[in-house]
């Protein structure tokens, strides 16, 4: 369901702070484990690049904002290299999609309309697929699922996934 208050805008180099704040928040998507500090996760190289430098060319994001212009989430795509990897790599010509809703906001629609707003930036910029990494568990896996991503390589917890933008 989507949300009147809530609107998307194109994410710039002043919201690397936010990205980093929903990075920080998808590294700990589970409450039960303990959770990293903001510290840990950028301090580790692994973490770390999905935000690095942000922007860099080819990067693409975008914001979800409250009526008040906060920043409430974000998803941004970025390519990795077969020498420095995401999670989610399949190619270096296939970004990879980081995706956070801060807590109050969630369940609201903003994460699928963040996605179906990346999804169009995507396309526009010519990229055919979009790949991401997600654990089993994370209620974000029926998300993607339902958003169109498929599974294509299985680990004991976690699905490399990709989503087909355009067969050109
Ligand atoms: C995953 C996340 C981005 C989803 O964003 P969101 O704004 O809450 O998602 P939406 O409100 O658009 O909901 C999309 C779907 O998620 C699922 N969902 C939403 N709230 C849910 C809840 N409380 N319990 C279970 N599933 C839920 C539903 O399948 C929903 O589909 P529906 O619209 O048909 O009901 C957000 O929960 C989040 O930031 N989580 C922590 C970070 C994270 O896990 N990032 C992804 C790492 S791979």
């Given at each position: 369901?989507?949300?009147?208050?809530?609107?998307?805008?194109?994410?710039?180099?002043?919201?690397?702070?936010?990205?980093?704040?929903?990075?920080?928040?998808?590294?700990?998507w589970d409450?039960?484990?303990?959770?990293?500090?903001?510290?840990?996760?950028?301090?580790?190289?692994?973490?770390?690049?999905?935000?690095?430098?942000?922007?860099?060319?080819?990067?693409?994001?975008?914001?979800?904002?409250?009526?008040?212009?906060?920043?409430?989430?974000?998803?941004?795509?970025r390519l990795?290299?077969?020498?420095?990897?995401?999670?989610?790599?399949?190619?270096?010509?296939?970004?990879?999609?980081?995706?956070?809703?801060?807590?109050?906001?969630?369940?609201?629609?903003?994460?699928?309309?963040?996605?179906?707003?990346?999804?169009?930036?995507?396309?526009?910029?010519?990229?055919?697929?979009?790949?991401?990494?997600?654990?089993?568990?994370?209620?974000?896996?029926?998300?993607?699922?339902?958003?169109?991503?498929?599974?294509?390589?299985?680990?004991?917890?976690?699905?490399?996934?990709?989503?087909?933008?355009?067969?050109?």
């Amino acid at each position: 369901m989507s949300d009147s208050r809530f609107s998307l805008r194109s994410a710039t180099g002043d919201d690397t702070e936010f990205l980093a704040d929903m990075l920080v928040a998808a590294v700990n998507w589970d409450p039960a484990r303990p959770q990293a500090s903001r510290e840990q996760v950028l301090g580790d190289r692994l973490t770390a690049h999905y935000v690095e430098g942000w922007p860099r060319v080819g990067d693409l994001g975008a914001l979800a904002v409250d009526t008040g212009g906060q920043p409430i989430g974000a998803v941004w795509l970025r390519l990795f290299s077969a020498d420095d990897p995401g999670y989610g790599f399949v190619a270096a010509n296939v970004p990879e999609l980081s995706l956070g809703v801060v807590p109050p906001w969630r369940g609201r629609g903003v994460g699928r309309a963040l996605l179906t707003e990346i999804t169009r930036q995507a396309e526009a910029s010519g990229f055919t697929r979009m790949c991401l990494s997600v654990e089993r568990a994370n209620r974000a896996f029926n998300l993607y699922a339902g958003e169109g991503f498929t599974t294509v390589e299985s680990g004991p917890d976690s699905d490399t996934m990709i989503k087909i933008i355009s067969r050109q």
